[in-house]
């Protein structure tokens, strides 16, 4: 959810700079900018909190060896979230927020911290 809203906020982002009101076929509008920079960065936080909540159960405890290594994920997955939201608001986030993450050398990193943090813990 925190991507889905992260790319309507950029696509509002890019309307208010072509003095666009209306994303037409599409049901929102420039107004709705303020709800979804509430909504997105807060949905992104939720997931980390359930990924943290999934570190204390069964499941995780089964599949891990080392599960407590898991828990150094959960501070990059905070700082990603929040630097793709501070990229966009200040209209630096021009592609899809996937597509971003693809092109994005510090996305790469992240990525690869958390699978060398993910065989730590196997």
């Known amino acids: 959810m925190n991507l889905a809203v992260l790319k309507r906020y950029t696509e509002l982002l890019v309307m208010k700079k072509k003095n666009e009101i209306?994303?037409?076929g599409r049901g929102y509008h420039i107004e709705d900018m303020?709800?979804?920079?509430?909504?997105?960065?807060a949905a992104g936080f939720l997931s980390v909190l359930v990924f943290v909540l999934y570190l204390n159960s069964k499941q995780a405890t089964s599949l891990y060896s080392n599960p407590s290594v898991l828990w150094l994920i959960s501070p990059i997955?905070?700082?990603w979230i929040s630097r793709i939201w501070h990229l966009s608001v200040?209209?630096?986030?021009?592609?899809?927020p996937i597509v971003f993450a693809v092109k994005d050398k510090v996305s790469y990193i992240v990525g690869i911290l958390i699978f060398?943090?993910?065989v730590f813990a196997s």
């Open 34 to 41: 303020g709800l979804l920079l509430s909504i997105g960065p």
């Open 90 to 96: 200040r209209g630096n986030m021009t592609d899809d």
């Open 116 to 118: 060398v943090i993910a």
């Open 77 to 79: 997955f905070l700082y």
């Open 22 to 24: 209306e994303a037409k």
